[in-house]
């Protein structure tokens, strides 16, 4: 069974040889493990461990295309500067990290109408074509799922106004933020129509919504069926139009959103993160014969490098979550430096292992 | 409690900041606190009593329905939002030693670290609870907190993570806090955070939700 047809069926919940596997990582670990002599220079994480998955994001959803970010201050350790998206964004220069928020242009629907709005056009510069098209080459050679990768309107909007007056915003003036959410959701199936008319589709849709956080969501479910659903619903339709799965990331304690994510469509629930607060076992108990996962996998069962515990873990949840045949094995979020190179080797062979149908 | 400042709790648990704000959508055209503050200060209530029997229980109220899922992260934002426009009239007051915090609150994400929604929401809810909070901001030194404690003796420290990389400069934080006052209270919260992982360091608290940081000292001075 190829990766490809195994990640089609696993997406459906139909029978395969093993569950899935694929990964993210921090950016240093590969160079780190590459440093040690674990990973050959210049060969992909995908190839080394045999991933199942391939993915390209090849949109550029910043307002302002021809605005070079300005550096606003420089320390020996952080850089400050200002987007496309009107946003001042201070970044460590010494690690990967997301960059703080620092202040924002839009705060309200008057900024959003003067600083963002007029620029969402689908502008072709939008398009990374020669990434999606060798990535899509790339997969399609090595047989995996090839997925076009992107965010949706939860993770376009913040950067725009940050997270504090997106949200007020929800409260205070709702229909702003309902006009931001259908004016992304547009840009979005304008540049896939661009984009599938002149390359062709990918074999599956990843979105990225990080819409959670410690212990709860960002939204209650009905502010999510209000406001945020109805791009989910918009952008998933028009994948299953074409016949592709969506797969949905979202970071954070998301299960009280669950129900309206499933409504919207979404075949695949990722990433699952234990330390948030989600527990994959109950999210398969009550959703599994309606969604597939990927992820859940404590990913601090890895960090002590201890092969008992990450036995632990994965002893403990995939002889229960491969039972509908829709699971992908992943960590609950992304591998740090700090996890060795035997112990992350170690979670794919025994993960597979348990994962095997044969 | 008076009938206002019942009001003015019901306003700040509610999020209706001023009679012009349209949310909650049934209080539309209704006062707010901005409004409510404003009068009971003009009726001669006691400025203390506007913040302990009207902010802070509204606060306290919507803190507690947050910590239950019953509210979330936009409802709580809109009551901070209205809570700070009755602090705005209050300001002369605690300028004047008239009404009193119940004490300093110093927080900040820890260094190495720049997230700072959670953060942001713990210092909301101790303005709520009538603590006067010293944001340091993001990515702070360790030198950064001691340098505020010093400032600010007895005050009450928060550290915030939300990387599992960078939580275990709480540690450092926390040593050094208390290598210079060994009785300043730190209480610890953030993504990666646990009740296991705040004993080893030594820090007085874990707290999942902000909330629970109030509860805490709320018992710790009882």
Redesign the interface.
């Known amino acids: 069974m190829t990766s490809i047809e195994r990640m089609q069926r696993i997406l459906a919940r139909k029978p395969v040889d093993r569950i899935g596997l694929f990964e993210h990582f921090w950016g240093d670990t590969l160079s780190e493990w590459t440093a040690q002599g674990h990973i050959e220079a210049g060969t992909s994480l995908e190839d080394h461990f045999g991933f199942d998955i391939q993915n390209a994001w090849p949109f550029n959803m910043v307002a302002r295309l021809d605005y070079e970010p300005e550096v606003v201050e420089e320390t020996e ?2 850089i400050l500067t200002r987007d496309g998206n009107g946003a001042l964004l ?3 220069k010494q ?1 990967d ?4 928020h620092v202040d924002f242009l839009v705060q309200d629907r008057a900024g959003w109408e003067e600083h963002i709005k007029p620029f969402l056009t689908p502008d072709p510069r939008r398009i990374a074509r020669e990434t999606y098209r060798d990535t899509r080459r790339l997969a399609a050679e090595k047989q995996r799922l090839f997925c076009w990768a992107g965010v949706n309107v939860f993770e376009m909007m913040h950067p725009v106004c940050g ?2 007056y997106m ?2 915003g ?4 709702p229909d702003w933020v309902k006009d931001m959410v259908a004016t992304y959701a547009q840009l979005t199936l304008d540049l896939m129509d661009m984009l599938f008319e002149e390359e062709g589709l990918p074999d599956a849709i990843w979105f990225y919504e990080d819409m959670g ?8 479910l009905d ?1 999510y069926r209000e406001i945020i659903q109805p791009a989910h619903k918009a952008t998933i339709e028009y994948a299953h139009a074409r016949g592709l799965p969506v797969i949905m990331h979202s970071c ?1 304690y998301v299960a ?1 959103l669950v129900p309206g994510m499933i409504e919207a469509g979404v075949d695949c629930l990722q990433v699952i993160e234990v ?2 607060g989600m527990d994959l076992l109950e999210l398969y108990r009550d959703y599994g014969d309606r969604l597939s996962f990927m992820g859940g996998m404590d ?2 069962t890895l ?1 002590g490098n201890n092969r008992d515990t990450v036995r632990r873990e994965l002893e403990a949840k995939i002889p229960v979550v491969k039972g509908n045949f829709g699971y992908t094995l992943h960590s609950d979020h992304s591998i ?1 430096n ?1 996890v060795s190179y035997e112990t992350y080797r170690y979670f794919v062979d025994l993960g597979l292992s348990l994962g095997s149908y044969t | 409690m008076s009938e206002i400042l019942e009001q003015i709790a019901t306003c700040c648990e509610r ?1 209706k900041m001023n009679a012009g ?4 959508p049934d209080m539309r055209g209704q006062d707010g606190v901005d409004e409510l503050v404003r009068k009971a200060l003009d009726d001669g209530v006691d400025p203390n009593d506007i913040l302990t029997q009207g902010l802070m229980v509204g606060m306290s109220n919507v803190g507690r329905k ?1 910590s239950n ?1 019953e ?5 709580l ?2 009551a901070a ?1 209205a809570m700070t426009a009755g602090m705005d009239h209050l300001k002369p007051a605690f300028d004047s030693g008239a009404a009193t915090h119940k004490g300093v609150f110093v927080v900040g994400t820890v260094r ?7 953060k ?1 929401l713990v210092r909301m809810m101790m303005e709520g609870g009538g603590y006067e909070v010293v944001d340091l901001g ?2 702070v030194s360790p030198e950064q907190f001691v340098e505020a404690v010093k400032e600010h003796p007895g005050c009450v420290v928060g550290l915030s993570a939300l ?3 960078t939580m275990v400069n709480m540690e450092e934080t926390v040593k050094q806090v208390k290598a210079i006052d060994e009785k300043a209270k730190v209480l610890v919260g ?3 955070l646990t009740q296991e992982f705040a004993d080893k360091i030594g820090a007085d608290a874990y707290s ?2 902000p909330q629970g940081a109030l509860d805490y000292l709320a018992t710790a001075e009882a």
């Open positions: 350790e952080t201070r970044q460590h690690h990290s997301t960059p703080e997270h504090e949200l007020m929800m409260a205070m003036d956080f410690k212990g709860r969501p960002f939204v209650s502010m954070g009280p330390k948030a990913v601090r960090y740090p700090q | 999020g704000s349209p949310y909650p947050f899922n509210v979330f992260v936009p409802d934002l809109m939002k190495g670290d720049l997230h700072d929604i959670g942001n993001v990515d990387l599992t990389t953030g993504a990666p999942p939700d």
